[in-house]
C-alpha cells in the first residue's frame, strides 16, 4: 500500500506533513472514501473512529494499522471541518492533490464477482454472492452491486464492508473468462429498447432498458412500468 502513495504527502489530523513511506510502512491501510456532506458517511465515520481507537490506541502494543481518508469533499475547508469534527487520529490525503481523483483508487472494485455477509437482527448471517457494477453518481463512495438470489440494483458504501471483512472478492474473478453461454453471444446495446417480459403466471410486464454496465457488457438495468426497483438481466442472444 506504501507504494500506492508513492512521492506524495499525507496530512495528519492537525495538518502537518507526513511522509507515507514512513508513516505506512509495513502496517495494514484501509483507504477511507467519504465526504462530510453525506450522511451514511457522518453516521458511519464515529463508528470508524471507535474501531480505530480499540486497535491502535487502546491495543499493547498498538496494531499495525492505518487509516488514509480519501475525501470527496466540495471544498479543502469542507474537508478540513469534517476532518476537525468526527474523525480519528488517522492520516489523509491533501483536498488538493489530484490523486483523490483517480479511478483507480475506487475502481478497482468494479467489475468484480463479490461473496457479501449480511447480518440480520436477529444475529443470524447470511451469505449472498454477486457483481459489483458500477460507482453510483455524486455519491462516489457508493457502488451499485447486483445479487444472484435477488437480480434488483442495489447500492451500498462497499468499501466499508470490505474493509471489515464482510465483502469478500472472489478470487480471479476479473481475469476469468466469460461462462459459456447456451445458445448465445453477448447481445449489441439495447440502451433505449422497451422490452416485455412474460412471468410464469402468463401475465406480461413492459418496460426500457435503461443502462448497460460497462464492465460487463451483457448486463444491462431495466426499469418495469409502475414498479420502482430497477432490474438487473445478464442478456444474451437466443437465436
Known amino acids: 500500500m506504501v507504494d500506492v502513495f508513492s512521492g506524495r504527502t499525507l496530512l495528519n489530523k492537525d495538518g502537518d506533513s507526513v511522509d507515507p513511506e514512513e508513516a505506512l510502512r ?3 491501510v484501509g483507504l477511507y472514501f467519504s465526504a462530510g456532506w453525506c450522511p451514511p458517511c457522518r ?6 473512529c471507535d474501531f480505530h481507537t ?3 490506541e487502546e491495543n499493547d502494543p498498538p496494531a499495525q494499522f492505518e487509516i488514509v481518508f480519501i475525501s470527496s469533499d466540495k471544498t479543502a475547508e469542507d474537508m478540513v471541518e469534517y476532518m476537525h469534527d468526527l474523525h480519528g487520529d488517522w492520516l489523509a490525503l491533501p483536498w488538493s492533490d489530484p ?12 467489475g468484480k464477482a463479490v461473496e457479501h455477509m449480511f447480518e440480520t437482527e436477529d444475529g443470524s448471517k447470511d451469505e449472498w454472492r454477486g457483481m459489483v457494477l458500477a460507482r453510483a453518481p455524486i455519491m462516489n463512495t457508493w ?8 437480480p434488483v440494483l442495489y447500492m451500498y458504501q462497499l468499501l466499508d464492508d470490505y474493509k471489515e471483512g464482510d465483502l469478500r472478492i472472489m478470487p480471479d474473478s476479473n481475469d476469468s473468462p466469460p461462462a459459456e453461454r447456451e445458445p448465445g453471444e453477448v447481445v449489441d446495446s439495447l440502451v433505449g429498447k422497451q422490452v416485455e417480459y412474460a412471468k410464469e403466471d402468463g401475465s406480461k410486464r ?6 448497460q454496465v460497462e464492465a460487463k457488457p451483457s448486463v444491462y438495468f431495466i426499469k418495469f412500468d409502475d414498479d420502482f426497483h430497477i432490474y438487473v438481466y445478464d442478456l444474451v442472444k437466443t437465436s
Open 26 to 28: 509495513n502496517k495494514v
Open 43 to 48: 453516521d458511519f465515520t464515529p463508528i470508524l
Open 54 to 56: 480499540e486497535l491502535v
Open 99 to 110: 490523486y483523490r481523483h483517480d479511478a483507480h483508487l475506487a475502481d478497482t472494485m468494479i
Open 143 to 150: 457502488f451499485y452491486i447486483t445479487y444472484e438470489k435477488d
Open 206 to 211: 413492459t418496460g426500457m432498458v435503461i443502462h
